[in-house]
């Protein structure tokens, strides 16, 4: 097992420090730039576009809002990552790990806008509603099926196991740490609960997510103004701790720089998925009138997931001041802060929230696989096959050594990046242009905006987007 580990994290340091940070902000720089500034420019429009997407008349039947589109890469997105993960990169990392976090979402959010926005426009017809994302627009955008074939088997190991194993692994030592509950228990109920939901389809996927993901998000965030609130005077101090661990070069080494940086951007990946291609897969099965809508609305959940709930762990464990001295990590470290900011109880909210946190990330990341499941094969049998091995994985998952778990995570996620990110660089023209139809069409007082195929030059294999679209909202 330990040699095992050693090779994973060999080939984990090679893809990620050779390869995939200067693509990932070299790329995510060409976007910012090329969109001019999308994420920052369409930020009031995000929030409007969710509460449109929010309204009764966006949930039509068999069909999937732009609102629970945004919840199912919600749950995805928003799991053990934004607590584990950010208790993890604070350890590895130290303070600094965080800002490099807070930039690679700025800078990756624009990512986040072009990949969701292909998934809309190259998504396909399934019954009454839509599935897309990298696999399809790689094959009908790129003509190679091909590749969108091995990223297809890379999202499905990827997420449908190997993250989902993290996710169930978090749970299963916060409910052993808060409560004493046997690993395996805690790993059968998970598997249980997730068998209930996923063999529902993707319109309980959404309902679930959609009713998790605010709640749980909301009540997260204000335990977490809370102790902010009654920590005020030290935050000050807590905001020059990040900024100066990051930015003073001439006090640390050249490793232990690249240390913080490396993982400051992995953790903030490993979270909000930007670029990542994952959140595609959930942004295609979205009834809009325009691909450029949930192109900004995935946008805004970079913003939900780094910029806002890992801040709030951050905070969580930056303001407990024997985070240093206590020589806990991941969960364990949150739970020690959470305990020792609002009492005991701060163990068993940390663990519930972890337990809902991760269901829902479990059933969104569970969609990924199903989605690219049907890219490559229609067939009903294999899809169960997949169904039932992730439930299986969700108990193996909760008995695993953590660190394997968390390094493989960490190859998957480069690999599946990496052939992603080619694939936007190739087709970002048409992202570009479907933002200046839309930019176009809201300054020329269109209040809902209507994308044809017709008017992007060169758009080719768009089944959803003929010159009269059934997409109303």
């Known amino acids: 097992m330990e040699v095992l580990n050693k090779l994973v994290m060999s080939m984990n340091d090679f893809i990620w420090t050779y390869i995939l940070i200067a693509t990932l902000i070299f790329l995510g720089i060409y976007f910012t730039v090329k969109t001019n500034f999308v994420q920052f420019r369409y930020f009031k429009e995000m929030f409007r576009l969710l509460g449109e997407g929010s309204s009764r008349e966006a949930r039509k039947e068999g069909k999937v809002s732009s609102f629970q589109a945004f919840c199912i890469s919600t749950a995805s997105r928003v799991g053990t990552g934004n607590i584990a993960g950010i208790a993890l990169a604070v350890v590895a990392g130290g303070p600094g790990a965080i800002f490099w976090m807070w930039l690679i979402a700025l800078i990756g959010s624009a990512s986040s806008f072009v990949e969701s926005t292909l998934a809309q426009i190259f998504k396909v017809k399934d019954g009454n509603a839509f599935r897309g994302g990298p696999a399809y627009y790689m094959e009908k955008g790129l003509n190679k099926k091909w590749m969108g074939i091995t990223f297809s088997i890379l999202i499905t190991i990827c997420f449908g196991f190997v993250f989902n194993a993290v996710q169930a692994n978090t749970v299963s030592l916060a409910f052993s740490n808060a409560f004493g509950v046997n690993k395996l228990v805690m790993g059968i109920v998970l ?18 997510s959609e009713i998790i993901v605010p709640i749980l ?3 997260y965030i204000l335990v977490a103004l809370f102790i902010v609130a009654t920590n005020i005077g030290q935050l000050p101090g807590v905001f020059k701790m990040i900024f100066t661990s990051a930015l003073d070069f001439r006090s ?9 940086m490396l993982t400051g951007i992995k953790r903030g990946l490993f ?53 240093q001295a206590s020589g806990l990590s991941g969960i364990e470290l949150t739970q ?12 068993i909210f940390i ?17 990924y696989g199903e989605s690219n499941i049907e890219f490559m094969s229609e067939n009903k049998s294999i899809l169960n096959i997949f169904r039932v091995g992730v439930v299986c994985m969700v108990i193996l998952g909760s008995l695993t050594h953590v660190d394997i778990v968390w390094n493989l995570a960490d190859v998957f996620m480069g690999l599946m990046a990496i052939i992603n990110l080619i694939a936007i ?20 007082g269109i209040k809902n905006p209507v994308f044809k195929a017709s008017s992007i030059k060169g758009l080719k294999n768009t089944e959803c987007w003929n010159d009269n679209p059934k997409q109303t909202l």
């Open 271 to 323: 979270s909000n998925e930007a670029g990542m291609g994952s959140a595609p897969n959930a942004a295609a099965t979205a009834d809009v009138s325009h691909p450029v809508k949930q192109g900004l609305i995935q946008t805004l959940g970079v913003f939900t997931d780094t910029i806002v709930i890992c801040s709030c762990t951050a905070f969580i464990i930056l303001l407990y001041p024997e985070y």
């Open 217 to 219: 998000a909301g009540l």
């Open 191 to 208: 598997a249980i609960l997730t068998a209930l939901v996923i063999f529902g389809g993707v319109q309980r996927i959404a309902k679930v």
């Open 351 to 367: 663990a519930i929230c972890i337990f809902l946190f991760a269901f829902s990330s479990i059933i969104g990341n569970y969609y």
């Open 336 to 347: 020690a802060a959470l305990t020792a900011h609002i009492g005991p109880i701060g163990g």
């Open 425 to 444: 660089a190739l087709l970002g023209k048409f992202a570009f242009m479907a933002l200046n139809d839309y930019t176009n069409q809201k300054k020329a």
């Open 252 to 260: 640390m080494s050249m490793g232990a720089i690249g240390a913080m």
